[in-house]
Every structure is written in structure tokens, then in C-alpha cells.
């Protein structure tokens, strides 16, 4: 039965200081997301353990604000400057900045702001009417069923991660072993502890989540700080509102671009990069004048800003209903969640119940708050390309090591950190992905507590019980041999998902953003 007070049991708990946590996150968000570099995960990474006194729903709140404000604003940067403000922007430059350099640079912005709030709307929409559906039928997951997903969510990001497959099981593999360290969850027996008291509850997750996304960011800027840069000159943006002079015209490809970014949002670990890549190839294959996508062409920005910002609704579908991360920043938040004593997953809906409807109505409110700080900020917000680079590296540094501290008040913890952070910028200089890392952190336990009480009740005949729990409900064999056949599928595959075109623009703008 379809249940309306989910929709509106959250109302009371948007008091002012909400409302100021939704509006200061967004804010926040899009003044990161603005900066090449800065990215919506090195953002919330941040900000996690300064909202550790803070009422669990002014700080979740808050950290979607960023998480959505960042992923909209690198388009920004991207029409600007040509450097995509993060990563899920690198599809918006191919068609942005020819449009600004056209004197059109307004224009550009507009476009991608209304693109990326309308397929915000959308992944929200799809948000609110799946996750319940979703959790009312993961509330059935016997152990089985529960370590059979976790180990898929791990599977599946390591093979969308960038790089090779198995690099991205390296790192999974890596995180998991990270996650024994400490007390033993069935019998309490003390692991890899090597003698420090420090360890014994293990490694403190937000931690090694500042250390590999914070501080190895800082690392990897100073490292390129005396590489040559292109000064480019800043367009004017003014006439932002032209953009809804083209809305009818674009209708067809904000729905299919924002349904795109949905699927791809929902799969653990693919996230707005790739969303926006396949919506833009897509777009490419049925566009009636695609040689002039590339050359500042309306549909291109609409393509990839919808995608990457629909993206959003579709992570937080499995975060929320599964309790599996949709990409690298939702395992963050997921993070977060914890943190607040909050376990996302099935039971979320239950046991705070308001909490979920306030989700649904701030993600709602956070892409009202996208459309109009974007239209009318987006003059002041280009004045921030401007600032000195190595003032934002200090002060980022300093709310590293102050965040890392004051979750526990342990200067461990900052220690932890730097070792994250040096393992994370070995791990990139390796080219293996950090956020299966993240993803195996969280899901650790998880795993564990499932298998042992899975064996526990297997008693010894392992592939008889497996069988006698397939035979009740097949859902573990079927999702554990999709994982198997994605893990095998690069083995076989001879063509890419997308097209050749889209593949070489995409490495191309990689290249540029890592400069």
C-alpha cells in the first residue's frame, strides 16, 4: 500500500537551523565544485567529522547540499576555463567552452545549471518512489543474501573504476584487510593490533577517508604545483536566463539524459563521470547535427549536465535502500551516516523513518537551491577562479588535521591519517583506484558478520546449505554470478560500452584536468 506520510513526515524536523545547514552545504558545494581540483568527494571527506556534534539531520543534510552543489558547479570552471571543476564535469567542457569563447558564456552556465537541476528533480523523484519498494524487499535478505551483495558492491566497483579490474580488486582486497584490524566481531579475539592500544577497535574510518581523499589531493596538487599552467582569460557571464529559451527544444534529452544518469547513479561505484560520458555518447548517436556537438552545441551541455547530476538520486536509491554506496562520495557519507549512529539500509526506514522523508524533501530543496544560486550567482561564483591556489591547499590541510582530531580527540587518528595518505598517493601513482578501498572500509564488518554466521549455520556442509538457501529464494546464485561474470566479462569484451569518439574526448579532458 502506497504509504504519503513518507513524503511529509520529515516537514518538522526543517527548522532554521536545517534550512541554514541545506543552504550553507549547497553553497559550500558549489563554491568547491567551481575550483579545478577540488572535487565533491575531497569536499564531504573533509567535512564529515566537523559536523560530529551536529544534529544527524542538519549534518546529512548539509553533506548532500555539497555532495550535489559540487557536482553541479564544476561545470563552471569547465565553461570558463576549459578545466572541469571535477570529474563528472569533463564531458560538459566539450561543448561549454566553445560556447563561452562565442561570447555565449552565460548562456553555457545557464544551460548547464537548468540541465543539472532538472535531472536532480528527476533522480530524487526516482529516489523517493524505488528506495521504499527496494527496502521492503531487502528487509526479507537472509546472511546469505546480505554477504552476496556486499561482495558484489566491492566487484562492481573495482570494475568501473578507472584502470585496470584487477587494480581495483587490489585495492578492495586491500580495504578488507584494513577492516580485520582490532577486536574479532563474533569472538572478540584481538587481530593485527601489533601491540597498540590505539588499534584495538580498529583503524577510525574517517581517518583513512580524509587521509586518502583529503590530504593525498593536496599531495597530488603540490607535486604539480610548477608544472606550466595556461592562464586563460575569464569570460563575462551575463544572460544566464537565456537558457529557458531552449527548454522545449531540449525536453526529450533531459528525460533520456536523466534516466541514463539514474541507471548509471544506482550502480556501485560508477557514479557522475561515466553517467555523463554514455548520456553525451548517446546524445552523439542520435543527434540530428552531431558534428556540431564539440563546436558549442546546446544539446552536448544538456546531455552531460542532466546525466551527472541525475547521477546523485540513483546513489543515494542503494545507499538508502541496500545500504551499498552508488559511488565514491555516497560510501563516504555512508560514513557520515554512521558516524551519527545511523546504518543505512532497509532498516533506516523503520527505525528513522523521519529522517528518510527529510532526505527525500532536502534533495528536493537542494536542486530549487542549485537553480537559483546558479542563475544568479554564477557571475560572483567565476570570480572564485581567480583565488591563490596555495591558500585554499593550507587551509584545506589545516581542516584536514583539525577534522581527523576532533572526532576523537586523538592525535592517532591524525597519524592514521598521514599514513592514508601517503598509501593514497602511492595507490594513484600506481594507477589503482582509492574508492574500493572506501567501499571494502565499510562494508568490512559487514561481510565478515555474514559469512561466520553463515558457516556457523552451514554446520560444516557448506555447498548443501548454499543450495538449500538458493532453492528458498535465488537472489544470492543470481547476484553472485553477475559478479562473477563482471569481474570475467573484460576477458571477452571486444568493444567499449560507449563510443570510440566519446572514449578519446574523455581521456583527452583527463589529461587537461590533471594538469
Known amino acids: 500500500m502506497f504509504d504519503f506520510s513518507l513524503y511529509t513526515a520529515g516537514l518538522p524536523l526543517f527548522g532554521f537551523s536545517t534550512i541554514i545547514g541545506l543552504l550553507g552545504g549547497t553553497l559550500t558545494g558549489i563554491v568547491i565544485g567551481a575550483l579545478p581540483g577540488l572535487s565533491a568527494m575531497m569536499a564531504v571527506s573533509i567535512l564529515v567529522p566537523l ?31 576549459n ?34 537541476a532538472i535531472g536532480g528533480f528527476f533522480s530524487v523523484i526516482v529516489l523517493s518512489m524505488l528506495s521504499p519498494v527496494i527496502a521492503r524487499f531487502a528487509l526479507q535478505f537472509t546472511s546469505l ?55 584495538n577497535s580498529g583503524i577510525n574510518f574517517t581517518a583513512a577517508m580524509i587521509g586518502l581523499f583529503g590530504m593525498t589531493e593536496i599531495m597530488l596538487t603540490i607535486e604539480n604545483r610548477k608544472q606550466k599552467q595556461n592562464r586563460q582569460e575569464i569570460q563575462k557571464v551575463k544572460d544566464t536566463f537565456a537558457c529557458f529559451r531552449y527548454f522545449k527544444s531540449v525536453v526529450g534529452n533531459l528525460i ?53 547530476n541525475a547521477c546523485t538520486g540513483g546513489a543515494m536509491t542503494t545507499l538508502l535502500s541496500l545500504g551499498i554506496p552508488g559511488d565514491a562520495v555516497t560510501g563516504i557519507l555512508m560514513g557520515a551516516f554512521i558516524i551519527h549512529g545511523l546504518q543505512p539500509g532497509p532498516n533506516l526506514f523503520n527505525t528513522n523513518f523521519d529522517l528518510v522523508s527529510a532526505i527525500f524533501i532536502g534533495m528536493f530543496l537542494i536542486n530549487i537551491l542549485i537553480l537559483v544560486l546558479g542563475l544568479f ?38 597519524k592514521v ?42 554446520n560444516g556442509d557448506y555447498l548443501g546449505y548454499f543450495f538449500e538457501c538458493s532453492s528458498k529464494t535465488p537472489i544470492a546464485p543470481i547476484v553472485l554470478a553477475i559478479t562473477v561474470f563482471t569481474l570475467i566479462s573484460p576477458l571477452f569484451k571486444k568493444k567499449p560500452i560507449i563510443s570510440e569518439d566519446a572514449l578519446e574526448e574523455y581521456e583527452e579532458m583527463n589529461k587537461e584536468h590533471d594538469k
Open 145 to 199: 543474501e546480505k554477504l552476496s551483495i556486499a561482495i558484489f558492491g566491492i566487484s562492481i566497483m573495482a570494475f568501473i573504476s578507472k584502470g585496470s579490474t584487477l587494480k581495483g580488486l587490489v585495492a578492495g582486497v586491500f580495504g578488507l584487510l584494513v577492516a580485520t584490524i582490532g577486536f574479532d566481531p563474533n569472538t572478540s579475539i584481538l587481530r593485527f593490533s601489533f601491540g597498540s592500544i590505539y588499534l
Open 51 to 81: 559536523t560530529y556534534g551536529m544534529d544527524p539531520v542538519v549534518a546529512i543534510l548539509m553533506l548532500l547540499g555539497v555532495y550535489s552543489g559540487a557536482n553541479y558547479a564544476g561545470s563552471i570552471s569547465a565553461t570558463l576555463v
Open 83 to 116: 578545466i572541469p571543476g571535477t570529474p563528472s564535469a569533463v564531458m560538459t567542457t566539450l561543448d561549454a567552452y566553445p560556447m563561452a569563447k562565442k561570447g555565449k558564456a552565460g548562456l553555457a552556465i545557464g544551460l548547464a545549471t537548468m540541465s543539472s
Open 377 to 414: 550567482g554564477a557571475p560572483y561564483f567565476a570570480k572564485l577562479l581567480n583565488f591563490p591556489r596555495h591558500f585554499l591547499n593550507t587551509g584545506i590541510m589545516v581542516l584536514c588535521v583539525v577534522g581527523t582530531f576532533g572526532v576523537q580527540n586523538s592525535m592517532f587518528d591524525v
Open 417 to 458: 591519517m598521514v599514513v592514508f595518505a601517503v598509501i593514497g598517493f602511492i595507490f594513484t601513482k600506481l594507477e589503482i583506484p582509492r574508492a574500493p578501498i572506501v567501499l571494502a572500509l565499510i562494508l568490512g564488518t559487514m561481510m565478515e558478520e555474514n559469512l561466520r554466521r553463515w558457516l556457523s549455520l552451514a
Open 256 to 308: 533520456r539524459s536523466s534516466v541514463i544518469g539514474v541507471i548509471v547513479g544506482a550502480i556501485p561505484g560508477a557514479g557522475g563521470t561515466i553517467g555523463s560520458i554514455i548520456s553525451y555518447a548517446q546524445q552523439k548517436k542520435i543527434s540530428k547535427e552531431p558534428e556540431k556537438m564539440g563546436t558549442g552545441a546546446v544539446e552536448g551541455i544538456v546531455a552531460a549536465e542532466a546525466a551527472n
